[in-house]
């Protein structure tokens, strides 16, 4: 059966950073890319990006680039989002998705299993 | 990025109601579109895929239909486990993946 396992609520400061993990089960971890999404309360969807845990690859929407960074360890078959200088704004539920192809406009992508997401709070 | 703009935000409706929410990209996006339900505290679910394609797994309750920059999402006959949120999302754009305003559909 596969499960996106994510990992715990993260209570964290203004200025700091928070590394959310997201552990793969039921599947060969390495033949599906893994996406980020947040999304903020009262607010749709937010991508964040992808990494490819077969070849290490990142790509990160335009908005996070230089705050993001998404890792893989596959000896446990799990992804990593690091987001850095947090504000108030990020506090939000990230999840982690899988999809079998990248975004392109040649192959249909869809993310078609979901961690239940992790809650991120940013309070001083 | 592709602005995608769904319609209503809200809707309330009763079990065994037909519901249909639209989808509208800001440019052609060549049916690279996705619907999924969302859940307090539960996982994301796949519903459509390539805007018509019902996941498995899926009720075909629900349907999806559209092209170029106009989608639909139907659901038959609406059943108590289907008070949720729904959103689009195009994946046609390779690094700008976006998803629509969500529509929250309650019972009546």
């Known amino acids: 059966q596969v499960q996106l396992v994510q990992s715990g609520a993260e209570v964290t400061k203004p200025g700091a950073s928070v590394k959310v993990s997201c552990k793969s089960i039921?599947?060969?971890?390495?033949?599906?890319?893994v996406h980020w999404v947040r999304q903020a309360p009262g607010q749709g969807p937010e991508w964040m990006g992808w990494t490819n845990p077969n070849s290490g690859d990142t790509k990160y929407a335009q908005k996070f680039l230089g705050r993001v960074t998404m890792t893989r360890d596959t000896s446990i078959s799990t992804a990593y989002m690091e987001l850095s200088s947090l504000r108030s704004d990020d506090a939000a539920i990230y999840y982690c998705a899988r999809s079998l192809n990248a975004p392109s406009p040649t192959h249909y992508c869809y993310f078609d299993y979901w961690g239940r997401g992790t809650l991120v709070t940013v309070s001083s | 990025d592709i602005q995608m703009t769904q319609s209503p935000s809200s809707l309330s409706a009763s079990v065994g109601d037909r519901v249909t929410i639209t989808c509208r990209a800001s440019r052609d996006i060549s049916r690279f579109l996705n619907w999924y339900q969302l859940k307090p505290g539960k996982a994301p679910r796949l519903l459509i895929y390539a805007a018509s394609t019902l996941q498995g797994g899926v009720p075909s309750r629900f349907s999806g239909s559209g092209s170029g920059t106009d989608y639909t999402l139907a659901i038959s006959s609406l059943q108590p486990e289907d008070f949720a949120t729904y959103y689009c999302q195009q994946t046609y754009t390779t690094f700008a993946l976006t998803f629509g305003g969500g529509t929250t559909v309650e019972i009546k």
């Open positions: 039921g599947y060969t971890f390495t033949d599906y890319y």
